[in-house]
């Protein structure tokens, strides 16, 4: 089983429309959680941290739930400039920072 | 915001050679960089630590000798893929840790003929 489990995708989603989708993890004792956005052919950026208590920048919503071992990601009034692949990162309980990337979930917004 | 830049971009070569890529922490110091490696539609796969002043951590199934990793200083890590084939065709791409995340550099892709 992988450490870090996404859909692939592709989400195809209107303009303007919500698109969410989720990430689950195996290891329980991860500690910090990420979403990286990777648009084609070029390095992933930091989207946003996970915390806790869930958390949003703009019109993006994290949310994290130990419990299930999966986080989301939320895109409300999407953007055509919102078309990327979204990476799901995990942090290990390690001092070291070895982050655990899924293999991204892809969305598409059409005009 | 912390920029970590990665040279050079794209590198097409023949089978056999060697290839060197720099990654470097243009406003900080990095004591640690990492060294990733990802195929089309899959995740970044860590292929080794890069510790400053010491030798890099590789991740199993990673050959340390095929892939020379030196941090010489805290603002500069290379990857050298020695005698290249087409199965080492990827992208490449490091990242430094910056507090509680990691910044990646711009990524090389690397293209063996």
């Known amino acids: 089983r992988k450490e870090v489990e996404q859909d692939p995708g592709p989400f195809n989603v209107p303009e303007g429309a919500t698109v969410a989708f989720n990430c689950t993890y195996s290891?329980?004792?991860?500690?910090?959680f990420f979403w990286y956005r990777q648009d084609c052919r070029k390095e992933p950026k930091l989207l946003m941290s996970?915390?806790?208590s869930g958390n949003e920048d703009g019109r993006f919503t994290a949310q994290l739930n130990r419990a299930s071992q999966y986080i989301s990601l939320l895109i409300r009034d999407s953007k055509l400039s919102d078309s990327a692949t979204y990476l799901c990162?995990?942090?290990?309980?390690?001092?070291?920072?070895?982050?655990?990337f899924g293999a991204g979930t892809q969305v598409v917004v059409t005009p | 915001g912390a920029v970590v830049s990665q040279h050079p971009s794209w590198v097409i070569c023949k089978s056999g050679t060697s290839v060197k890529i720099e990654c470097r922490s243009l406003?900080?110091?990095?004591?640690?960089m990492f060294w990733y490696r990802q195929f089309p539609k899959q995740s970044l796969m860590l292929m080794a630590t890069?510790?400053?002043?010491?030798?890099?951590?590789?991740e199993q199934g990673v050959e340390k000798d095929k892939f020379l990793i030196n941090h010489a200083s805290l603002t500069l890590s290379t990857l050298t893929v020695t005698s290249a084939h087409p199965e080492d065709s990827s992208f490449y791409i490091c990242?430094?840790?910056?507090?509680?995340?990691?910044?990646f550099g711009d990524g090389t892709r690397l293209s063996i003929l």
């Open positions: 990242s430094a840790r910056v507090s509680q995340t990691q910044h």
């Open positions: 290891n329980s004792a991860s500690q910090s």
């Open positions: 996970v915390y806790s």
């Open positions: 990162v995990v942090n290990g309980p390690d001092s070291w920072g070895k982050f655990q």
């Open positions: 406003d900080f110091q990095a004591t640690t």
């Open positions: 890069s510790n400053e002043g010491s030798k890099a951590t590789y």
